[in-house]
T-cell receptor, first 112, second 116 residues
Framework: GENVEQHPSTLSVQEGDSAVIKCTYSDSASNYFPWYKQELGKGPQLIIDIRSNVGEKKDQRIAVTLNKTAKHFSLHITETQPEDSAVYFCAATPPGYGKLTFGQGTILTVHP | GAVVSQHPSRVICKSGTSVKIECRSLDFQATTMFWYRQFPKQSLMLMATSNEGSKATYEQGVEKDKFLINHASLTLSTLTVTSAHPEDSSFYIC????????????FGPGTRLTVL
């Protein structure tokens, strides 16, 4: 089955800096890669996703890049703000609308 | 759009009792819902996939007789933890696919279960 590795496990940045979180996946057939933000005591919130036919997608301060050859994808947050502090999870899923396999999560802390 | 609700948000029960958690898609029909379990500071672990009108598919190691799942309508799935024990205490989260032919899953706010 699919295996997703996520790094780093913790990330601390100053407000205004950029943050990058990276994930690698094992199943070359996977074609959908969402990113979720989870605040303490709440359910995950979808913040951006990308499909395998696209190399990059951007939504305001958030962007995701995908390298299918290397089987890795990354989340980029620019101009970070304290409210960006949360746990971020990447995930991957194979074709056929299958189940999501999650990475281990990254605790992002943005210091004012 | 794409809002998923869960009820209750938190529940405390005595060991040996059963607890039911509801998951609803509020503004879309969800033919498939998923149930996850999350321990503190850990990732989400898929427990089962719930398809409307059919039996749930459980992940390896998840006891189907202990975690009963019912998906009776396109907007409601329930998870019943039977004969709960302290080790069942966890954060249970459901998600729903946004529609037929899509990959996107939207998550509920989660239910904190504490078994005394």
């Amino acid at each position: 089955g699919e295996n997703v590795e996520q790094h780093p496990s913790t990330l601390s940045v100053q407000e205004g800096d950029s943050a990058v979180i990276k994930c690698t996946y094992s199943d070359s057939a996977s074609n959908y890669f969402p990113w979720y933000k989870q605040e303490l005591g709440k359910g995950p919130q979808l913040i951006i996703d990308i499909r395998s036919n696209v190399g990059e997608k951007k939504d305001q301060r958030i962007a995701v890049t995908l390298n299918k050859t290397a089987k890795h994808f990354s989340l980029h947050i620019t101009e970070t703000q304290p409210e960006d502090s949360a746990v971020y999870f990447c995930a991957a899923t194979p074709p056929g609308y299958g189940k999501l396999t999650f990475g281990q999560g990254t605790i992002l802390t943005v210091h004012p | 759009g794409a809002v998923v609700s869960q009820h209750p948000s938190r529940v405390i029960c005595k060991s040996g009792t059963s607890v039911k958690i509801e998951c609803r898609s509020l503004d879309f029909q969800a033919t498939t819902m998923f149930w996850y379990r999350q321990f503190p500071k850990q990732s989400l672990m898929l427990m089962a996939t719930s398809n409307e009108g059919s039996k749930a598919t459980y992940e390896q190691g998840v006891e189907k007789d202990k975690f009963l799942i019912n998906h009776a309508s396109l907007t409601l799935s329930t998870l019943t933890v039977t004969s709960a024990h302290p080790e069942d205490s966890s954060f249970y989260i459901c998600s729903a696919r946004a529609g037929v032919g899509t990959d996107t899953q939207y998550f509920g706010p989660g239910t904190r279960l504490t078994v005394l």
